[in-house]
């Protein structure tokens, strides 16, 4: 009897849209974790429809420096998580992963007091996100409302677009803070996306 080795076909590595979730997915209410206040952004179900249209998947990337910052415990994530695949789920969307940053270098809370690789503008959650499921970091995109958002699809290798809506203040400019593009909500950058990747066969 003899034998013979299968060799299987490497998984091929698919492009992703990454999301900011306050501000960009939703409604920015500050440190909220009560579900009924979170709201879809302006553009935000329309946005959500056309990545479901196309089949690319999407992730949430969000700082959630309230656990740090003790004004809210860890598990009140598990609510806010629910609620964010309730509401995507309505516009006949679904998340693939959601990816949080509990941590602060400032905060009061052990052992989310500490300095981190996953805190945007660190593009630590993209990174984690793309080796757990297999995304072409370099095909993907990354929407935010303000450019640590932009700073952290940048560093991970992403094309990044920033929402013009008023949430960025500060615009401290740096290398890594340019976007590939400007969009004034997220049905505009859903847009941006859909044509990209359409146009390089990029998702089904």
Not at 13 to 18: C, K, L, P, S
Not at 54 to 76: C, H, K, M, T, W
Request: aromatic share 6%.
């Amino acid at each position: 009897m003899t034998s013979r080795r299968v060799m299987h076909e490497p998984r091929k590595r698919r492009a992703a849209v990454f999301l900011d979730k306050d501000g960009t997915l939703l409604v920015d209410v500050p440190y909220n974790v009560e579900p009924e206040l979170m709201q879809l952004a302006p553009g935000a179900f329309e946005a959500l429809q056309i990545f479901a249209r196309i089949g690319v998947p999407v992730y949430v990337i969000s700082n959630q420096s309230g656990v740090a910052l003790d004004r809210f415990p860890v598990e009140a994530l598990n609510a806010v998580e629910m609620r964010l695949h309730e509401l995507v789920k309505r516009c006949g969307a679904s998340l693939s992963g959601i990816y949080w940053c509990p941590h602060h270098p400032q905060g009061s809370i052990a052992p989310y007091k500490r300095s981190c690789s996953c805190r945007k503008p660190s593009p630590g959650m993209l990174l984690a996100a793309a080796d757990d499921h297999h995304i072409a970091l370099e095909s993907s995109w990354f929407i935010g409302d303000i450019l640590d958002d932009v700073e952290a699809g940048n560093r991970a290798g992403c094309r990044t677009i920033l929402l013009d809506n008023g949430n960025e203040t500060v615009w401290r400019r740096g290398p890594y803070r340019e976007p590939f593009c400007v969009a004034g909500d997220l049905q505009q950058a859903a847009l941006t996306v859909q044509s990209a990747l359409q146009a390089t066969e990029l998702v089904q």
